[in-house]
T-cell receptor, first 115, second 115 residues
Framework: AQTVTQSQPEMSVQEAETVTLSCTYD???????LFWYKQPPSRQMILVIR??????QNATENRFSVNFQKAAKSFSLKISDSQLGDAAMYFC????????????FGKGTRLHILP | ETGVTQTPRHLVMGMTNKKSLKCEQH?????MYWYKQSAKKPLELMFV???????ENNSVPSRFSPECPNSSHLFLHLHTLQPEDSALYLC??????????????FGAGSRLTVL
């Protein structure tokens, strides 16, 4: 069975600085999707960024980028120029390409932004 | 507004009550999900429906009863709940395979308190 591990329960970063959130996963599949979701205090889960495993190029969305290391089964999220609105719980998620109706989430990392 | 609407947003019920949570999406998605989010626990997948057919029941107690009358609506019927069932219940939907990289779109959640 697939698993997703986020080893950092909480992190803090100074406003305007860069922070990296870690995520590792375990799977025997070769095709899959990886996601980072953000859950602010409003509790609304919002997609931050996604990566298809067959793509070698790391995904980027404005200030958010990932470091996808397929062989190491690592999928970290880098947030550049951190803003107060980035404070939230961040979840890493795995979705199988074959059994694509099952999505597995990590336990989350709570990110604090220090003014 | 993500396109996935959950009602009610807040629900307080006694252990002997019967209530229902509703989820509605008009995004053209074929799959709908119920997740349970408790404090300090990872997101727990409860049920998955794909084209109105239940494809996943993650060992959920029978006091939770899902219903999916069509691809746009999903219900979670609640009866004889326990205080430990108090949590945020998140509904999500996703498009068919190959459309939109299988991204989950979440509703804002229904906060359930069982007294």
């Amino acid at each position: 069975a697939q698993t997703v591990t986020q080893s950092q329960p909480e992190m803090s970063v100074q406003e305007a600085e860069t922070v990296t959130l870690s995520c590792t996963y375990d799977t025997s599949e070769s095709d899959y999707y990886l996601f980072w979701y953000k859950q602010p205090p409003s509790r609304q889960m919002i997609l931050v960024i996604r990566q298809e495993a067959y793509k070698q190029q790391n995904a980027t969305e404005n200030r958010f980028s990932v470091n996808f290391q397929k062989a190491a089964k690592s999928f970290s999220l880098k947030i550049s120029d951190s803003q107060l609105g980035d404070a939230a719980m961040y979840f890493c998620a795995y979705r199988s390409y074959i059994k694509d109706d099952k999505i597995i989430f990590g336990k989350g990392t709570r990110l604090h932004i220090l003014p | 507004e993500t396109g996935v609407t959950q009602t009610p947003r807040h629900l307080v019920m006694g252990m002997t009550n019967k209530k229902s949570l509703k989820c509605e999406q008009h995004l053209g998605h074929n799959a709908m999900y119920w997740y349970k989010q408790s404090a300090k626990k990872p997101l727990e997948l409860m049920f998955v429906y794909n084209f109105k057919e239940q494809t996943e029941n993650n060992s959920v107690p029978s006091r939770f009863s899902p219903e999916c009358p069509n691809s746009s609506h999903l219900f979670l019927h609640l009866h004889t709940l326990q205080p430990e069932d108090s949590a945020l219940y998140l509904c999500a939907s996703s498009p068919p395979p190959g459309a939109g990289a299988n991204v989950l779109t979440f509703g804002a959640g229904s906060r359930l308190t069982v007294l």
